[in-house]
């Protein structure tokens, strides 16, 4: 067991925490800021990297630079818009409307305005025409010039968020706690109403395979050939890593792949009470591309399709580029590593991953 500790440790991988609870909390800025990397997206043909300090900067595909971009605001979150990135900014005092900006010809194009009204922003997403924002007490939803909002029935809970899912009936948040776990909860858009998803098939304290208590939810996303079910990234490392990737139809969950990790120890009366290995590969991203999802774990890449999951490569080597370790070397995914996460947990560098 000691020799599996030293081992984890010296991994140095834990979960994503992706904004530390909210995008609307900027670090202070500081001087080894930039390498605290809460989001990243991959969009003509460069990389966009956004830091807890709320700067952007771009790095081209397969280059050895890392450009600043030059905004009159904080930005609070990324995302990608019609293959072009996009941002949503405030300012750091007074802050009483966000800005929602594209970026059109090498320009930020302001697109809306939307009043905070004393809100924390959770999340962003642009789907179909529609940009949807969530805060902590409401969904506002933008359709060219006109915008509605839906208040939620309880506010979010105060756990921070790493992941979340908008989808057109719903949106997921993946909480992570660290080692207090973290959960994932669904939102109805219509209606406002907020609920808890878990299964705890074993019955024992951190049973899985979704457990709000041990269970930090570190990326979600849809399943291309299952339109109504999602994927969810769980892991956590804390001296022996556990995680496993868990698919949501509805009100059914249930094991997606777990893949035993290292070592594992004598069968025991404590061992036995669970229903999967002891130690486990912790998933730290899950992304969507075409009719394939990947993710990334402790020891690699995974592709899923519908024919079940498989380990497509390790991780790869990484170049040192303005003091962020990034990767161009595989040919379907992007990856960077962040230390955010050592905020939360006894954790050294973890992989972002992006779809190219």
Known sequence: MVAIRIRVFALAFSALIAGSSSASQLEPTRAEQESFIRRAVFADGRLWLLSDAGRLSSIAD??????????PESVLDLWSQGGQPAIITCGHDGCTDWTLRERVDGLWTVTAR????GDRLVAVSHVGGIATLLTQRRIIEIVGD???ATALLQPLRTRPIASVHIAPASIFIGFNAGEWGGGL??????TGEVWAIERNTSGELCGGPLNTECDPVNDIAAEPWKPECIAVAVGLVHFAPHGRIVEVC???VRRLYVKPYGKQPPENEVTRKYDEPFSTVAFFGLKRRAGTLWAVGIDGIYRIGPEGVTQSAPLPKFKQIGGLSVSFDLPDVVVVLTDINQRLSISGSVPILMPR
């Open 114 to 117: 939307v009043s905070t009204e």
């Open 250 to 252: 509805g009100d059914t």
């Open 146 to 148: 006109r915008q509605t």
């Open 185 to 190: 909860q669904r939102i109805d858009r219509k």
């Open 62 to 71: 397969g280059g050895d630079s890392q450009v600043e971009a030059i905004l």
